[in-house]
């Protein structure tokens, strides 16, 4: 008996020791921990030997996360990592640097091309803001083998002199009392303070060139995340079109929209949205959402749901009473055209301006007809905007604008914007209309990602006539 007692007492130590020399499976935190349809450690290592291939011999690259961005006070910003960074780690943390080589290099004992610096745990810190990544599971999230945290980033004895070029962008918007250790501040100081000499050779040109070579054109991956972001906002814009009444404030139509999305998965909107109603629907950029909505009002709602860091961006106008009168009819119908036809331009091969210049013509033909202007140039006191831009994990994607590629995705959104007192007939005063689809480019011409969105007058008219859950909720 004692012998069997031994032997049980010496399997479960074994045991116990095989337990903690194995170490946890990963598990990574945040919308990590809970979404299972977040790009691939893949994709992220395809694209870093995509720039490295683009990088010049004897060179490095230096990305820095976004810093943290205080609101006010002892308040910050929720945190949104810099799109290059997420690009090419899938890392949405603070405080963390990488640097790719064009060649192999040794840093503290580690020969690799790619390293990358994180943010060291702090278990009082996880108290209130929650988990900070391992070193084992930002590995398995980016692909990169070779992770240190970022207190070593000062001390790890590599001699930048030996580079030809350094490809580096800086923050530009980090505090200047960011000192702490492991900060953004921090790390953008040890960096300078190890390059300071050779700081002839940084070169930020290049590696904006390369990044906007690469995100211009998507991947499957990419745009299947792009369509979900899509695709939520037109749950959003069909909701608050039914919804829309007047006596409503811009700020309902905001709030219905973006409800809709955060309810099916979306983090945040890709931009500040856009609710402008009469007056209000001839600002461009027009923020504040807090006008009252009166019968008669034109609206213009200009909307994008992210997912997982790719937003859309769509807009439609319609009148907030269901109804279009006729001058807004005429008006909306003349920007209907003009953005078929921009988006007819759409295909490989074609300019990145094509789509401007055929919705522009549209325009400025159709105002010289309704008396509004006397002569084409004089289209821009009406349109004052370009009518395309790259879209992906930016709301205004990086670019080349170079002719268009299969699996790019732009904007096409004419507008016409007749001002009160503008030099025209009066009964077109307060009239702000602006269309806008996401275009993805195919190999044989394009596909409107987001054309469930109804933006006929006859289809607006008809959904707004269906009532909403939502208008009982007052």
């Known amino acids: 008996m004692k012998r069997l007692i031994a032997l049980a007492f010496l399997f479960l130590i074994t045991v116990s020791a095989i337990a903690q020399e194995q170490k946890p499976i990963p598990v990574f935190p945040d919308s990590t921990l809970y979404d299972y349809d977040l790009l691939p450690a893949s994709f992220f290592e395809s694209r870093r030997k995509l720039f490295r291939d683009n990088m010049p011999d004897g060179s490095a690259a230096i990305f820095f996360a976004a810093p943290v961005r205080n609101r006010s006070n002892d308040v910050n910003f929720e945190y949104h990592q810099d799109p290059n960074f997420y690009y ?59 992770v240190m945290m970022n207190s070593d980033f000062e001390k790890m004895e590599f001699d930048f002199s030996k580079m030809q070029k350094l490809l580096v962008k800086f923050p530009t918007d980090i505090s200047e009392n960011s000192k702490e250790e492991g900060s953004a501040g921090w790390l953008v100081s040890k960096f300078k303070n190890q390059t300071n000499e050779i700081s002839e050779r940084y070169d930020k040109v290049l590696p904006a060139k390369i990044n906007a070579k690469l995100r211009e054109v998507k991947t499957d991956e990419e745009l299947k995340l792009l369509q979900k972001a899509v695709d939520l906002t037109c749950l959003g814009f069909i909701e608050a079109l039914k919804a829309a009444e007047p006596g409503m404030k811009e700020f309902e139509l905001e709030a219905i929209n973006e409800f809709i999305w955060r309810k099916e998965g979306s983090e945040y909107a890709g931009y500040p949205s856009i609710v402008g109603g009469g007056l209000n629907s001839c600002v461009l950029h027009y923020e504040t959402n807090r006008k009252k909505l009166i019968s008669g009002d034109i609206v213009v709602m200009d909307m994008g749901a992210e997912y997982h860091g790719y937003t859309a961006d769509v807009t439609r106008s319609f009148p907030v009473n269901g109804k279009f009168s006729n001058e807004q009819k005429i008006i909306y119908n003349l920007v209907l055209e003009a953005q078929n036809a921009g988006i007819a331009a759409c295909k490989p091969g074609a300019a990145f301006s094509d789509p401007h210049r055929a919705a522009s013509k549209v325009i400025a033909d159709g105002l010289m007809k309704l008396g509004i202007i006397k002569e084409p140039g004089e289209v821009t006191k009406y349109f004052m905007h370009g009518t395309s831009h790259y879209l992906g994990l930016d709301v205004h994607d990086a670019g080349t604008y170079g002719p268009l590629q299969p699996n790019t995705v732009i904007t096409v959104e004419p507008g016409i914007y007749i001002k009160e007192g503008a030099d025209c007939d009066r009964k077109w005063w307060n009239t702000g209309v602006r269309i806008e689809d996401d275009i993805l480019i195919t190999t044989d011409g394009h596909r409107n990602m987001s054309g469930c969105v109804p933006k006929t007058i006859p289809e607006i008219e008809k959904l707004m006539e269906e009532k909403s859950v939502l208008n009982e909720l007052k």
Do not use: C
């Not at 996880?126 to 070779?146: H, L, Q």
């Open 88 to 146: 090419y780690t899938g890392h949405t943390q603070p405080e963390a640097v990488i640097i790719l080589f064009k060649e192999q290099q040794t840093l503290k004992g580690v020969k690799s091309d790619e390293f990358i610096f994180i943010k060291k745990r702090n278990a009082m810190e996880e108290t209130w803001t929650g988990k900070i990544m391992a070193d084992f599971e930002v590995a398995a999230r980016s692909g990169i083998k070779a």
